[in-house]
């Protein structure tokens, strides 16, 4: 059926020496892959590659069959032209460590347009401004709340974080985070966006960043942590 909605591009693969398969994110059905023919044959087509750069947001015509197979687009184009994502180091690095976790995270091929809202918010929020060095950490925490194993509500008394249940218990077990590690996680529920980017220091980023990657790894099946959480570490070092 044809159809019109915004897209947040999640990867673009080559395909053989002239094709491109993109997955994306959309509003209208969730994650869908299309492919595009001869991608790299013309100079008109080269320059929509830059299109499919990672979480670049497109408002897309397409024709989705909705019968599993890859889907094409029939027009594109950027829905909002980010000033600084893709330019400024950090950014980039950020865009490309969260692309992968969709990537990786986001399975399903249904429309689930609370976390597409959540997730261009933020994104243009990225874009708008200077302090990103806890953005991804705030992001992965707050996608779980979408992905239904957001940690339970945090009880005076709870020191302990168990990680397959998602909550937090009063004595420590094999599947628990450390009391340190807790009071991190207890930390980063209570932060937002905006807030200050000295709320961590680089050792507390690095644990918190494990923490997550461990909770997602606990919570879905299958998952593979991202290649480019090494370089993130290291742009925030």
């Excluded at 969260?98 to 997730?119: G, R, T, V």
């Excluded at 925490?141 to 992905?147: R, S």
Aim: charged share 25%.
């Amino acid at each position: 059926m044809p159809v019109k909605t915004k897209a947040i591009v999640i990867s673009a693969i080559r395909y053989q020496e002239k094709s491109l398969v993109v997955k994306c994110f959309t509003a209208s059905d969730g994650l869908k892959s299309y492919f595009i023919r001869d991608a790299f044959s013309s100079r008109k087509n080269t320059q929509k590659i830059a299109y499919f750069q990672p979480l670049n947001i497109l408002e897309v015509e397409a024709v989705h069959k909705n019968k599993g197979r890859l889907e094409y687009f029939k027009e594109l184009k950027l829905a909002y032209p980010y000033h600084t994502l893709h330019t400024d180091i950090v950014k980039t690095a950020v865009a490309i460590f969260i692309s992968e976790m969709l990537h990786h995270s986001i399975k399903e091929e249904e429309k689930n347009l609370a976390l597409y809202d959540f997730l261009e918010t933020s994104l243009l929020w990225l874009d708008s401004h200077e302090a990103a060095a806890n953005f991804h950490l705030v992001l992965l925490l707050e996608i779980t709340k979408f992905l239904g194993f957001y940690p339970q509500r945090h009880t005076s008394g709870c020191l302990y974080f168990e990680m397959t249940e998602g909550m937090f218990i009063p004595n420590e077990t094999l599947s628990c985070l450390t009391g340190e590690e807790t009071h991190l996680l207890v930390r980063l529920m209570e932060l937002r966006f905006d807030h200050n980017a000295k709320a961590f220091s680089v050792a507390e980023r690095q644990v918190l960043l494990k923490i997550l990657l461990d909770y997602y790894a606990f919570h879905l099946e299958g998952f593979r942590r991202p290649n480019s959480a090494e370089v993130l570490k290291e742009v925030f070092s």
